[in-house]
């Protein structure tokens, strides 16, 4: 069993401001993490390669100090790691970015089992996993809760809707989001990590793909361009009561009653 | 697709029960607006079984023109290549569809498809020289970014409530069946469906929710959440740590790897307001705030904050509220 799992680095924490003079985005500090999502696609994976055997490979895009996120898969027991990381990826959408992707994974050979986090928590927008598995015409299921079952030529899973759950059975190969609390992922492991210190990480740039238009990637490659970034209004008509006791229920619900919420 | 001939806005409407559901209502006033100010129409797409009666809310909440589609569980490539399919045929320069899990789930794909971007958890959209711009935040609510879409169509996944709905009765579209034979696309089987839980939670559409969060401190307190919910005739939310200590359903979450909601009246009791919480209930009408700590971040969003012991104002809240009623 083949199994490639998706991840990112993402900034550590969504304290985020938006400079009022230049409208540039000023992140706290330049501290970042993998993706917490995508602890649990990696845990899904070493479980399945524990039971099948087989290797789990990651793959990640962005800048030389992605790498951190990789080595902290290694340490978790993941085999192999590959960047794509190259100038021309920056400042990709959703569709560039599962496109440099599907591109990267074409070139690495066949995988069995692709797994991705359900969502990122800086762009949070929760597209990326399925659209690769379009670029690599691969059956895909989101939000996928839990594994029902695993058999020679498929898998069946739960996966998670409004109001039910759908049973889905897939052929591999396939492309599965996992939602979190899918399996709790454990923690990197200090043998693993002086294990893996001299593990060779594998670039990959734009001129090891099929494809070699600069113009499909990057921000060439984004229908999606954002005009501005500002920070969401704040609401300075509040008012804040203190205490607690009878006279202060009653306001709240006279307040309430005056808006005609009851 | 060009852009010369690319015109209309096609809203896909997801049904639950032959019934449409808010979020796709509330698209489709919307779109109406939209589309009328540049002189096109509102094409709203429904698929499912019985839904002549939902195609008809869906004219009055402002579609022109119904196309409905018989098809009978969900399966996501099944509905991602019947929205494709009308996409390529009635060339839509915007597609737009309500944010719920399916929408989210097809939405990507039909813009895949299309080799067009997608805009999701869209709180605004405006129509600028020509251009849709699309609101929407990021870092989880922090910031929000303005985004066009060069590729046509746009597509774009709404945040609930981020619109009103407007029900006109004597408006007036047209109903067309279409058949879209996509069975063979199908590589995901679904071969059950299992409705595991017990009770449906409808927070999406409440128009008044009261939550709790850690700040109820037990099970036992988490109840006066429940109370007051039932003496305002809203429905109960959480936050992920009072989910996490099992008093109160996974379905009742409310924020970022919960529900998003948008009620007219939200009550946070108890909820120091993390950002992944806030998030999922910013777009609310008013937020009232109930927290012992007068530093905590849910007082700079709420309309109105109690700095109190949750415990023993929401008791008397209730109270209030009883006797008032039984006048």
């Not at chain 2, 290549?81 to 899990?101: D, H, N, Q, V």
């Not at chain 2, 789930?105 to 813009?111: K, Q, R």
């Not at chain 2, 696309?185 to 008044?208: D, F, G, P, S």
């Not at chain 2, 006066?224 to 009072?242: D, I, K, N, Q």
Request: glycine share 8%; hydrophobic share 40%.
């Amino acid at each position: 069993m083949k199994i490639l799992v998706c991840i990112k680095q993402v900034p550590d924490s969504n304290k985020v401001e938006v400079d009022p003079v230049t409208g540039v985005l000023k992140r706290d500090g330049a501290a970042s993490k993998m993706n917490p999502y995508d602890l649990y696609a990696i845990e899904t994976a070493l479980r399945i390669k524990e039971k099948t055997g087989g290797m789990v490979d990651v793959i990640s895009m962005g800048p030389p100090q992605a790498m951190q996120v990789i080595k902290e898969a290694f340490s978790m027991g993941a085999d192999h790691g590959t960047l794509l990381s190259d100038r021309r990826f920056g400042g990709a959408d959703v569709l560039a970015t599962s496109y440099t992707l599907a591109q990267g994974i074409k070139s690495m050979g066949e995988y069995d089992l692709i797994l991705c986090g359900k969502q990122t928590t800086d762009g949070d927008t929760a597209q990326v996993g399925p659209e690769i598995a379009e670029w690599l015409n691969l059956p895909s299921v989101s939000n996928v809760v839990s594994i029902r079952m695993f058999e020679e030529d498929g898998i069946t899973v739960d996966m998670d809707l409004p109001d039910e759950v759908e049973v889905a059975k897939v052929k591999f190969p396939c492309l599965l989001a996992v939602d979190k609390d899918i399996f709790q992922p454990r923690l990197p492991s200090y043998v693993k990590k002086t294990e893996t210190k001299d593990r060779k990480i594998q670039i990959l740039t734009l001129d090891d793909m099929t494809d070699q238009d600069e113009l499909n990637y990057g921000l060439n490659g984004s229908p999606t361009q954002v005009q501005k970034i500002f920070p969401p209004e704040t609401n300075d008509k509040k008012e804040i009561w203190n205490g607690s006791g009878d006279m202060l229920a009653k306001k709240l619900f006279d307040k309430v009653e005056e808006l005609k919420f009851v | 697709m060009s852009h010369s001939d690319a015109k209309n806005i096609m809203v896909y409407v997801e049904t639950v029960s032959d019934t449409p559901l808010n979020g796709g209502l509330e698209i489709l006033t919307k779109a109406h607006k939209l589309a009328a100010a540049r002189g096109e129409e509102v094409i709203a797409v429904l698929i499912g079984s019985n839904l002549e009666h939902a195609a008809n809310t869906a004219i009055m909440a402002g579609a022109d023109k119904v196309i409905l589609v018989t098809k009978d569980n969900y399966e996501m490539e099944v509905y991602e290549a019947i929205l494709t399919r009308l996409a390529e045929k009635y060339k839509p320069s915007l597609i737009l569809s309500a944010g719920t899990l399916v929408g989210k789930d097809i939405l990507p794909l039909v813009a895949g498809n299309l080799t067009t971007g997608c805009a999701v958890d869209v709180m605004e959209i405006t129509d600028k020289d020509g251009n849709f711009v699309f609101t929407c935040p990021v870092y989880g609510g922090t910031v929000l970014n303005d985004l066009v879409i060069k590729g046509t169509p746009a597509v774009a996944a709404v945040r609930s409530g981020a619109f009103e709905k407007e029900l006109v009765v004597e408006r007036t579209g047209e109903i067309i069946k279409e058949q879209v034979g996509v069975e063979n696309t199908v590589r995901a089987k679904i071969v059950e469906v299992v409705n595991e839980m017990a009770e449906t939670v409808n927070l999406e559409e409440a128009q008044v929710i009261v939550s709790g969060g850690r700040g109820m401190g037990n099970k036992e307190n988490f109840r006066l959440v429940e109370e007051l919910a039932l003496a305002c005739h809203g429905v109960v939310g959480a936050t992920r740590p009072a989910i996490e200590a099992e008093w109160v359903p996974r379905s009742h979450q409310v924020g970022q790897s919960g529900k998003i909601v948008a009620p007219k009246l939200y009550i946070a009791c108890g909820i120091s307001g993390a950002t992944q919480h806030v998030s999922g209930m910013i777009g609310s009408g008013y937020i009232v705030a109930v927290n012992k700590d007068e530093d905590a971040p849910i007082f700079d969003i709420a309309d109105v904050g109690i700095v109190g012991d949750v415990v023993k104002v929401v008791p008397l809240l209730i109270e209030e509220i009883k006797k008032i009623q039984s006048l």
